[in-house]
């Protein structure tokens, strides 16, 4: 075992293809179904919102999509991103675990999402798109479509959930920085905003909310395609490149992991990670147990409804079959803003299905805790979406002390916290409440799930 604590690898290793697991699945991953007639949707149906190359890699079953010249070698800014032995957390922990972690918060935006906006840009750049509409719910992933839209001249136009964008200004302000415009969601500027507005002034938004706003915009503008930070099948492939890093970095530990963990909101940063180390498992019987964890206040995987449903609240989305706690369920405003969203990507949701991951949900006290815990040992300050994993990993490792067993626990390190600090100051404040969804709200939204006749 090497005494390393850092396992960079040279731009040479970032990979030439990302891993597509449906290749791998034992049973094909559901079909994703029409919002009107509820019947299989075509790639015509997809074409107003999305580029035709994006279309063709959300259904393809091939095991290996080559990655493009141009975004490979956007990604040599700042991939292969970093492997690290956290030595003085294990040290502080007292625990027999070894614990690794991959960092993806050196990346430009703070997080792994450019790993996926570089590669929507790049395609939607090549099929002469001029502008982006998105969603963001903490503003990673604004960021990082307003940093790959400056890198292609695309405009990009992002919806912020509004008790995010009141909480961080400065992801606003960075996202302007790249040369986007953001607005708080709900907002006035769409029919389905105002629609909400209407209903509840108040509204803090949702993502769901606010992937309604930007889906219309990009539905009613001919130049403008919409761009989705998490959940379809294309972006969690974007993300493989975590994990398939990974593999080679736990190689050069010469380690291999016993537990992989990554927090999960619309699942791509877990699925980025996990995926490649599940495709091992399938093909090589290689075995591996694999954790998603959510948030407490919002808990699509542990407590939602394995059910086809809108991605969306206003409806204007296709259906996706996912465990999701229902399409108009409004969490509550808690600090991980980028776990607000009301389903779990179809593809996470079928690897659940399957057995081949488990699901836990946290608190965010519990998980702030974890986080100051990680900080104060490896220096790195988590994104509150990210001390998610930590606390996992953490109570993983202290189980491990105490039966007496020494695992290998990989997570993944999602993003950094310095746009988050009102977060951490909250925290230490005590002002952080640990709260639960309310079950009344989630009976009454998952009573309006889609009735179709195929289920
Ligand atoms: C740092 C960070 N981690 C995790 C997430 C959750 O998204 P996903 O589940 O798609 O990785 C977000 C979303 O904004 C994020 O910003």
Known sequence: MSEAIKYAMGEDRIPHSWYNIVADFPTPPPPVLHPGHGGPIGPDDLAPLFPMALIGQEV???????????????????????????????????????IFYKYEGVSPAGSH??????????????????????????GQWGSSLAFAGALFGLEVKVFMVKVSYQQKPYRRALMETYGATCVASPSNETEAGRAILAAHPESPGSLGMAISEAVEVAAKNADTKYALGSVLNHVLMHQTVIGIEAIEQMEAADAYPDV?????????????????????????????????????????????????????????TPLVKMHTLGSEFVPPGFHAGGLRYHGMAPLVSHCKELGLIEARAYHQNPCFEAGVLFARNEGIVPAPESTHAVRAAIDEALK?????????????????????????????????????????????SLAHLPKLAAE
């Open 113 to 138: 999402k450019p790993n996926t906006a570089v590669a929507q840009a790049f395609y939607n750049k090549a099929e002469g798109v001029t502008k982006l509409s998105t969603e963001t719910g903490a």
């Open 260 to 316: 992989v963990i990554g927090c999960a909101g619309g699942g791509s940063n877990f699925a980025g990670l996990a995926f490649p180390f599940i495709g091992k498992k399938l093909r090589d019987k290689r075995d591996v147990r694999v954790i998603a964890v959510e948030p407490a206040a919002c808990p699509s995987l542990t407590r939602g409804t394995y059910a086809f449903d809108f991605g969306d609240t206003a409806h204007m």
């Open 400 to 444: 491990a002390r105490e039966e007496g067993k020494s695992p290998t626990i990989l997570f993944n390190l999602s993003g950094h916290g310095h746009f988050d600090m009102q977060a951490y100051t909250d925290y230490f404040a005590g002002k952080l409440r640990d709260q639960d969804y309310d079950p009344k709200e989630l009976e009454a």
């Open 60 to 98: 393809s079953t091939e095991r290996h999509i080559q990655i493009p010249k141009p975004v490979r070698d956007i990604y040599r800014m700042w991939r292969p991103t970093p492997l690290h032995r956290a030595r003085r957390l294990e040290q502080a922990l007292g625990t027999t675990a070894r």
